[in-house]
Nanobody
């Protein structure tokens, strides 16, 4: 069984930083595609970043140079370090994992089988 639990969201001023965490169970970081999505109010979810064991991480253009995906295999946890935050980053952020590693590529996410419950990030101007 795959379980994903996000934490670390909150309110931050523009220019500030947050680090989101996703505790995982039943996920192999060597075999899965893993990463993050976000959902703006009234919009569909969009991919933020993903990685698999065979490729370098992918990031959506709007966060390149500001967000970083990392993992801690010993803790079965993935992270999203968010720097230089902007009001337009305000969204609910979801961690994600899919056993089909090729569902993450240099073009982003193709599809996702497993989601966390989400954590809300609000960036004030």
């Amino acid at each position: 069984e795959v379980q994903l639990v996000e934490s670390g969201g909150g309110l931050v001023q523009a220019g500030g930083s947050l680090r989101l965490s996703c505790a995982t169970s039943g996920v192999s970081f060597d075999d899965y595609a893993i990463g993050w999505f976000r959902q703006f109010p009234g919009k569909e979810r969009e991919g933020v970043t993903c990685v698999n064991s065979k490729e370098s991480p992918w990031y959506v253009d709007s966060v390149k140079g500001r967000f970083t995906l990392s993992t801690d295999s010993a803790k079965n946890t993935m992270y999203l370090q968010m720097n230089s935050l902007k009001p337009e980053d305000t969204a609910v952020y979801y961690c994600a994992a899919d056993p089909r590693a090729h569902y993450c590529s240099n073009h982003g996410w193709y599809a996702v089988a497993n989601w966390g419950q989400g954590t809300r990030v609000t960036v004030s101007s």
